[in-house]
């Protein structure tokens, strides 16, 4: 398989509408303190609702978008057409942290989107005047949640941390194949989820 299918793959494997159902799927597994009071499958239901909201309600606005000859397709080339998803895609995480926070979630929990409802924002805020990788603020908020419990409850999380950062640096790799983002554009994606998401842990832990 080619060197730039494989990149294209990869992204969309670790799309960033995936990272708040994945981040959440995993503390969950990991920390079992997280969910300690959602009895049986009740912590599928809650997970099954965050993908509803963030990956269903924004790809099906997304796709209205570009039916509309809003948006030029689901990869949003421009800076200037990432807006009004990124808006859409940040009232659609507000619902769900206001759901998540009258479920018995672990306080740590409901902190983990709080970080990827600030990174969402930020990235908003930036894309207005400067093309950031969203795919980057997603993994590196992945990252930031693994450290963020890791550190707040003292788990030996490292191997999977590992493995986190090691998919951040596939992912970068491939949006620079993939994408006419620069290098800056990367990192700083990356850095905006991580220390968004790390942040809000570790401070209201």
Not at 79 to 90: D, G, H, N, S
Not at 189 to 200: E, I, K, P, Y
């Amino acid at each position: 398989m080619p060197v730039n299918a494989i990149a294209r793959l990869l992204s969309y494997v670790l799309h960033p509408l995936l990272m708040p159902t994945l981040s959440l799927w995993l503390a969950l597994e990991l920390d079992m303190r997280l969910g300690y009071f959602l009895a049986g499958q009740a912590r599928w239901v809650v997970v099954g609702m965050v993908a509803l909201m963030t990956i269903a309600f924004p790809l099906t606005s997304a796709l209205l978008l570009v039916r509309a000859g809003l948006v030029s397709s689901l990869e949003m080339p421009r800076r200037q057409e990432r807006i009004a998803p990124y808006v859409m895609t940040l009232m659609y995480y507000g619902m769900t942290w206001y759901l998540l926070s009258r479920t018995p979630l672990d306080p740590l929990a409901l902190a983990l989107f709080g970080g990827a409802v600030i990174a969402l924002a930020i990235t908003t805020v930036v894309t207005l005047r400067w093309k950031i990788s969203a795919h980057m603020v997603g993994i590196g908020g992945l990252v930031g949640a693994l450290a963020g419990i890791s550190a707040a409850h003292a788990l030996p999380l490292l191997p999977v941390i590992g493995a986190g950062i090691v998919a951040a640096g596939s992912l970068g790799t491939a949006r620079l194949l993939t994408s006419d983002h620069d290098p800056a554009q990367v990192y700083a994606g990356a850095l905006t989820g991580f220390l968004s998401v790390l942040c809000t842990v570790l401070w209201l832990s």
